[in-house]
Nanobody
Framework: QVQLVESGGGLVQAGGSLRLSCAAS????????MGWFRRAPGKEREFVAS????????YYTDSVKGRFTISRDNAKNSVFLLMNSLKPEDTAVYYC????????????????WGQGTQVTVSS
């Protein structure tokens, strides 16, 4: 059982930046692809970004390309999401996720979820 704990959410003005962190309990963290998802008010949970087990490949949803960067540090059992040029439409609860594959990671194939962290972007 992998436990994931997110941190770094908060309130920021449009155009600002935030860095989300996710710490994993599992010593075999490096075998998992990791991802970030979000759920905006009144909407379904959606994929944001994912990263392969060794960090060699990353994937992003179109709306965050060029603004968000996912990274990981396997020595610290952690994955990060750097969010720049934030927009009000980025407001959501952000969830850390672990699964088998980074490519094609989706709500349906995630094995483990974090509890989520709120990101609010004011206009």
């Amino acid at each position: 059982q992998v436990q994931l704990v997110e941190s770094g959410g908060g309130l920021v003005q449009a155009g600002g930046s935030l860095r989300l962190s996710c710490a994993a309990s599992e010593r075999t963290f490096s075998r998992y692809a990791m991802g970030w998802f979000r759920r905006a008010p009144g909407k379904e949970r959606e994929f944001v970004a994912s990263i392969s087990w060794n960090g060699g490949r990353t994937y992003y949803t179109d709306s965050v390309k060029g603004r968000f960067t996912i990274s990981r540090d396997n020595a610290k059992n952690s994955v990060f999401l750097l969010m720049n040029s934030l927009k009000p439409e980025d407001t959501a609860v952000y969830y850390c996720a672990a699964g088998d594959l980074a490519q094609g990671m989706s709500v349906g194939n995630v094995e483990y979820w974090g509890q989520g962290t709120q990101v609010t972007v004011s206009s």
